[in-house]
């Protein structure tokens, strides 16, 4: 009998400058899924899983015979996943090509118009529907039966009954255990590969802006305990350095998630592997949650804790069917981490329905001055989410662009973004993108910490105001170590190419730049800006010299002794009253972990999320001598 050749490709997030790449899991649960159904291991076998993009031509001639081909699609892949089905459909127009994944559109009357080379595609959760066509492609079933797909008739959509989920995960094996990557490594040599794990399906939030929760899928079903400490297991013994948990909400049942973060560590104990575990943490975090986080910090799996909290503004979390932590439970979810000795970040979206200027520079101000880190990103439009809906976007003044994403360079790929709203036209929105990138910056990679806080509590500065000022003087003044790249940026957003940034394109040699190359003329810009603040205040050039010292660079010597004329270190970031008396300081720099040998710039772009560059001062009163350790 002869068997028909299966294709299956989920190409994975590259970024530039980086070797990681992700285990293609959701087209390799789909393929195992399949397995266990009537008719498929007796029809059909998988010729191929592929993750890595190459050139299309290239791939194209890996494949042999394709009766099959199935695409996972993402915003970073799926030009190049159009590009790729329609080169195939081209040398075999026989061969039934099927896209699916998260970007796949569940109204799609006008899909296939344009893109004859499609066949079909499919909606939501993907086992029970790619399985029901294979089967229908042997004349088990009638095609029009399958749930949850869509079906190309001449350039005309035919789309079938609501899509189905499976009840019961036990019903679908592990793609680890079956092997299906084991191959991956000689496929594709010399890349490091990140591992996804599963442990649950579904999200019983609703959040506008996601595509992941909803009435389909606000159910949320597990796997078995058995399973996952299994896929660990091969983890470990494969010297997985990163395991990437896709689990809407980490930590929501937490007995369970407390079992399985005993199982990760027990594996990095049993075989030194996974390295680092990276996972999207409950939406209602509680201090619960820190327990976990602090196990996986104790075994050096954890760096930091993210809480996702996307806007500070309660009218903004109610535009987008979200609900934050109170402010008491995220405070002392902040403070339990902190007696840990572990970073707390946060994840905003800027610019979301509802927010304004002062609201989205107060807000994320406020997290700064309480040393949460935040990660702030534009406002992706999916495909499938409430904020793409004609009616939402008339309510909420929704203007948005088609922008280059550079995640490949190979095919451009693009995502929608949102550029305006009625709270914050356009113009407004591309300076708000300028200055939450240069602000995080800053705060992140510890050009800021003293001098604003300094400012804040002896004169009242608030955070914002300091940031917005030090943004308009490095645009205005061309002798800023700044400027040029302040420039560029606006640039950017200007021609809509904020994203470019955001990639990582520019981060480094900007690092680079203002930390080492141009550092003495940065940290004039930055008293200069301070003065501004507090003319006559003498103790200003004292709060500078701190600042620059506690931001570790490998010129500095390992320890190094100063006299201020105050405690401005204590009384800036501690809770000391301020003492304008000679103190003494011991600063001692930090380092990179044992046995790396990185550039400065690496160094602090990998460790801006946990704060691990930052130098420890030892000082001394007459009385006192108090030893600080940050981050």
Not at 65 to 71: E, F, S
Not at 585 to 600: C, Q, S
Request: some cysteine.
């Amino acid at each position: 009998m002869h068997m028909k050749n299966v294709y299956m490709a989920q190409m994975s997030l590259e970024l530039p400058g980086s070797n990681y790449y992700y285990y293609p899991y959701s087209v390799g649960v789909v393929w195992a899924y399949a397995t266990t159904q009537p008719g498929i291991v007796e029809n059909y076998q998988l010729g191929g899983l592929y993750s890595v993009k190459e050139p299309i031509e290239q791939l194209v001639d890996r494949m042999v015979d394709p009766a099959v081909v199935g695409l996972s699609s993402y915003v970073w892949n799926v030009s190049y996943n159009q590009a790729l089905a329609k080169a195939i459909k081209a040398r075999y127009p026989e061969c039934k090509m099927i896209i699916g994944g998260a970007e796949t559109p569940n109204k799609s009357e006008n899909f296939f118009a344009d893109k004859p080379y499609v066949d079909y595609l499919i909606h939501q959760e993907g086992e029970i529907s790619f399985t029901g066509l294979l089967q229908s492609f042997v004349g088990l079933k009638d095609e029009e039966t399958v749930p949850g797909i869509s079906i190309n008739r001449n350039g005309k959509t035919l789309m079938t009954g609501p899509s189905q989920r499976i009840m019961d995960l036990s019903e679908v094996p592990s793609p680890y255990l079956m092997g299906l990557f084991d191959h991956l490594d000689e496929m594709y040599p010399g890349k490091i590969w990140n591992a996804v794990i599963e442990t649950n399906r579904g999200c019983p939030f609703m959040c506008t802006f996601c595509d992941w929760g909803g009435t389909t899928f606000s159910k949320v079903k597990k796997f078995g305990l058995e399973r996952i400490e299994q896929e660990l297991e091969w983890m470990g013994q494969q010297r997985i350095e990163m395991v990437t948990n896709t689990d809407a909400n980490f930590g929501i049942f937490k007995d369970r998630d407390m079992e399985i973060t005993d199982m990760l560590i027990r594996t990095k104990e049993k075989h030194g592997f996974p390295v680092l575990f990276d996972t999207n943490w409950s939406k209602n975090a509680t201090v619960q949650l820190v327990d976990m986080a602090v196990k996986l910090m104790e075994s050096d799996m954890m760096r930091r804790f993210t809480m996702a909290l996307q806007s500070t503004n309660p009218e903004v979390l109610k535009h987008i069917k979200r609900v934050n932590l109170k402010e008491e439970a995220m405070t002392k979810v902040a403070e339990t981490a902190f007696k840990n000795n572990m970073s707390v970040n946060t994840e905003l979206i800027i610019g979301l329905p509802g927010e304004t200027w002062e609201s989205w520079t107060t807000g994320l101000c406020d997290l700064l001055s309480r040393d949460i880190i935040v990660e702030a990103y534009p406002v992706t439009i999916l495909q499938n989410s409430e904020m793409n809906e004609p009616e939402y976007k008339k309510k909420h003044g929704i203007t948005q662009a088609t922008l280059k994403s550079y995640f490949s360079n190979i095919v451009d790929e693009y995502q929608e973004t949102l550029t305006g709203t009625k709270d914050l036209p356009e113009e407004q929105m591309k300076k708000l993108w300028l200055w939450t990138w240069y602000t995080s910056m800053m705060d992140a990679n510890g050009f800021t910490q003293v001098v604003t806080r300094y400012l804040n509590k002896r004169h009242g500065t608030p955070f914002e105001k300091f940031y917005e000022y030090l943004l308009d003087y490095g645009l205005t003044n061309e002798n800023t170590a700044a400027h040029r790249w302040l420039k560029q940026w606006q640039g950017y957003g200007e021609k809509l190419e904020f994203n470019m940034f955001l990639a990582g394109l520019t981060y480094a040699p900007v690092l680079e730049d203002l930390g080492v190359t141009n550092r003495t003329q940065t940290y004039q810009d930055l008293l200069t800006v301070a003065q501004h603040f507090a003319p006559d205040d003498p103790l200003l050039t004292d709060v500078m010299i701190m600042q620059e010292r506690q931001q570790t660079i490998f010129a500095h010597d390992p320890v190094t002794e100063i006299t201020l004329g105050a405690n401005v270190f204590e009384y800036a970031l501690g809770k000391e009253e301020l003492k304008i008396q000679p103190t003494d300081y011991r600063i001692h720099r930090a380092y990179p972990p044992k046995g790396t040998d990185p550039t400065w710039v690496v160094w602090y772009n990998s460790t801006r999320k946990n704060k691990k560059w930052q130098a420890s001062v030892e000082y001394s009163t007459e009385k006192t001598t108090l030893f600080l350790e940050k981050g």
